[in-house]
């Protein structure tokens, strides 16, 4: 293919790529999530004061927020937009949502620059890069990702910066070394969990790429130095141990509890023989459910028959990738295998393996957030695939694969704007939304407000449609650091609304539904979720 037809098929797929992923921005997923609300708190306190939202500097490697310690980039960034436009959800999410188009981009010359160490595979295969966009841009699970402000769907753009760079030092750029630390650098402080990845992956890039690593020792030394000189800050941060307990509490494979408690049932059935001392021993049992749940990540029902379960990670209809990927991710795998001594095959096999691991340590699996770097090598694959069935087939056979992936991507697509929004409002915390938006215009009419936290933590999103809040609130906030029983350093925020209270107005009280309505209370309205199903009601007296 000609540079210029290539330029053309490139405006193409980010013309489609920003549809999906500007369409209905703001709007579509339903309503903002914890995670989104908190973002757009310390976004909107940083592009006030300075300052995040427990009035610490906006410049720290670990964000308290309410109480979960986020990584700053995503907040840095954000800040940004919410500043010229506002504090709304469109704000929120437009930073994710401009990266994923650089994503796209990046993974185009990823594979340009991985074909590039072998000249028969360059030469075969000229289509996969823009197969390999193509791919990124209509496929659900970077799409899906693309319109939510989560820090994992934000970092992919840096890892992938991080390993291009890597590659173009190779060639003997040996700064682009320090430009490759420096993007892992900021990947790890936009999503903590690439603390594990990327190690990883740069040792295996290493051992793949050990002959032209020979001559530039020193600047391997430099960059290896300066990535662990850069993990120091996180680890002296004044919230590291407690966002060490805050991530670590939960079912997962580090505590162990889950296996413990199992390991611990069959030594009783068997009288702790020493068979079953060393055929149930809790390492081997974790071992078996981290390989278990590697492998779901790899399943044809995650990854294009249904995909991940939570309506807040996908949509439900279908899997994480387009139907008609299927036959041509499995031919992409057969040629991994054919042409394993390459370094493209090397390198995906590399990020197959290493991608799921964060998402593997919990009993949440799969987890399209926590394994979403595993998207980049399987859409390679499915370039590949395509890029080989074109080679072994008529030259109109390219032009009817991409007429299907469009039918294909229509059907999934109506879906996505029609109806997802409404099965997938309640994991959306529409109704808590809704409150919110609801006490911005009325809340003058009341003295007293409650609010049922059986969706937990409601008033996240009574901050985030009163921010002026954080103004009046910042100083108790380092209840984060002093308050070791609390870990959500969130004050009652109707403390401060109705500081000065009128008793001639009303108390209000919103209730669960199903919730018997308090004495002396009327019913005033409700709170639905989009598909009609009824979630909290407002009672007042």
Known sequence: MNKNKEKFFLILIFALAIFLRFFQLGENPASLYWDEAAIGLDAYSISQTGKDMNNMSWFQPVLGSYGDFKAPVLIWATSLSVKFLGMNPLAIRLPVAIFSLLLIYLSYLLVKELLNFDGTLAKKYQLMPILTAFILSISPWPTHFARIAFE???????????????????????????????????????????????????????????????????????????????????????????????????????????????????????????????????????????????????????????????????????????????????????????????????????????????????????????????????????????????????????????????ANAVFYYSDYFIDYPKRSSEAWLYSYNQVGQYLQEHHQDFYSVEIDERYWLPRIFIYYYFPELLDQTRELKNALLNNPINSFGLADPFDYIYREKDFNKKQAKFIYYENEIPEGFSFVREFNFLNGEPSLILVSK
């Open 152 to 406: 994992s769907s934000f970092s992919v753009s840096f890892l992938l910066l991080a390993v291009l760079f890597f590659l173009k030092a190779l060639r003997g750029k040996n700064f682009y070394f320090l430009l490759s630390t420096f993007f892992a650098i900021v990947a790890v402080y936009s999503y903590y969990s690439l603390r594990v990845i990327i190690p990883l992956l740069f040792l295996a890039l290493a051992l793949i790429f050990f002959e032209k690593l020979k001559n530039k020792k020193t600047w391997i030394f430099l960059s290896i130095f300066a990535f662990v000189l850069s993990m120091l800050p996180i680890i002296n941060s004044p919230y590291y141990e407690r966002s060490q307990d805050y991530r670590l509490n939960n079912d997962n494979l580090i505590r162990r509890q889950r296996v413990i408690a199992e390991s611990s049932q069959y030594l009783e059935n068997y009288d702790s023989s020493l068979y079953s001392k060393l055929v149930y021993h809790r390492h081997l049992l974790a071992l078996r459910d981290f390989l278990d749940h590697m492998l779901l990540h790899y399943s044809p029902s995650f990854l294009f028959l249904k995909g991940d379960t939570n309506l807040r990670q996908h949509s439900a209809y279908f899997g994480e990738f387009l139907l008609i990927s299927l036959p041509f991710y499995y031919f992409g795998l057969f040629l991994l295998c054919k042409n394993l001594r390459s370094k493209m095959s090397l390198l995906l096999l590399a990020l197959l393996a290493l991608a799921p691991i964060p998402s593997a340590m919990v009993y949440e699996v799969p987890h399209a957030s926590r394994a979403i770097y595993l998207f980049v090598p399987v859409s390679i694959l499915i370039a590949w695939g395509i890029n080989e069935a074109y080679l072994l087939g008529k030259k109109w056979f390219l032009a009817l694969i991409i007429s299907l992936f469009l």
